[in-house]
């Protein structure tokens, strides 16, 4: 609920000025670096949990990559916002009048938001070869051949990675953004992720009906 009122807020800031701006993305920001933390101390626990969550629906859960969503969908939202918004004020942007939104990019922000892409695909895909090495020993488990602690111990590792990896991204992303287009990628991040679970929630009890 915290969260969502937050959400609230950032979407509402329009009239706000930057400081005040700033300081709800810093503390949307802070709601994501909580929840991991907390997600951390848990997989230590019972990491096999994340990676398919009984909570979710079946929508969330064929989209998670390693236990959550895959770091580079925070540019691909990007990229797809900034679109739609320079298409709706093109006319406005080519007599020289700027919204400061995220479809007013600048060719430095593009830049740097391509660069942080191929950066966090190289991540992406060092993190996926360690789960891909870490199932090539499943058998040892099913087997009950092997130390099975220590090799939870080190999936809710990759968890984390994954996870710290998701956070950077959002991090590093507001920051070369302005305290506007952060706020609008929040929003639209958050609009994204409540979307996916009702449409989830709705199949889902669509699928329990017809089981009726």
Not at 27 to 32: A, L, M, P
Not at 56 to 75: D, F, K, N, Q, V
Not at 129 to 143: H, I, M, R, T
Not at 151 to 159: F, G, N, S, V, Y
Request: hydrophobic share 40%; with cysteine.
């Amino acid at each position: 609920m915290q969260f969502r009122h937050t959400i609230h807020q950032l979407t509402n800031s329009a009239a706000a000025d930057d400081h005040h701006r700033l300081q709800l993305v810093h503390k949307t920001v802070d709601h994501y670096s909580g929840y991991y933390q907390a997600k951390s101390a848990a997989a230590k626990h019972d990491a096999l949990a994340f990676f398919a969550p009984p909570w979710t629906t079946a929508l969330e859960r064929s989209l998670l990559w390693i236990g959550g969503w895959r770091p580079t969908t925070a540019s691909h939202l990007l990229y797809t916002e900034s679109s739609i918004l320079f298409e709706s004020q093109v006319a406005d942007i080519l007599r020289g009048v700027h919204t400061g939104n995220l479809g007013d990019l600048s060719p430095a922000q593009f830049q740097r938001v391509s660069e942080l892409q191929c950066a966090t695909v190289g991540h992406e895909n060092d993190i996926s070869d360690e789960l891909s090495d870490w199932q090539d020993n499943a058998c040892d488990v099913v087997g009950m051949c092997g130390d099975i602690e220590s090799k939870m111990e080190r999936l809710a590792a990759i968890l984390d990675k994954a996870d710290q990896l998701r956070l950077k991204t959002i991090k590093s992303l507001v920051e070369l953004l302005t305290p506007q287009q952060a706020a609008e990628l929040l929003v639209a991040a958050a609009e994204l992720h409540f979307g996916i679970r009702a449409w989830g929630i709705q199949h889902d009890g669509n699928r329990r009906r017809r089981n009726i």
